[in-house]
């Protein structure tokens, strides 16, 4: 499953049990993340154990996206069915200070920002 624009793409590759996410996500709401918020949760309930959220080739991500991925992060919490693995880049400065914010949301997140 993708969604995709001219400025990103976010894909849900279930064979590696991975959402990638690539490109410039900025859309303006909460509500512009519709799509994506659905495919995070066609993946939550595809019945994988661990979820890997692959930022790593993401050149940025909006507070509304941010807000996104928390909600959820809160989603699969409550749910305590899947664990949660986020893959960043230490190349891109902004994920190692962004994505650590999703650790205060569930601390059994894994960040892996490398």
């Given at each position: 499953m993708i969604v995709e624009d001219k400025e990103y793409s976010v894909?849900?590759?279930?064979?590696?049990?991975?959402?990638?996410?690539e490109g410039q996500l900025r859309l303006r709401s909460p509500r512009d993340y519709g799509p994506i918020l659905e495919l995070l949760r066609t993946a939550h309930q595809s019945g994988i154990e661990t979820l890997v959220l692959d930022f790593r080739n993401l050149d940025?991500?909006?507070?509304?996206?941010?807000?996104?991925?928390?909600?959820?992060?809160?989603?699969v919490r409550k749910a305590?069915?899947?664990?949660?693995?986020?893959l960043g880049s230490a190349a891109k400065r902004w994920q190692g200070r962004t994505l650590s914010t999703l650790k205060k949301i569930w601390p059994q997140v894994e960040l892996i920002i490398d």
């Open positions: 894909a849900f590759e279930q064979t590696e049990q991975r959402v990638r996410f940025m991500l909006n507070s509304s996206g941010i807000g996104t991925i928390g909600a959820f992060l809160v989603e305590k069915n899947m664990s949660i693995k986020v």
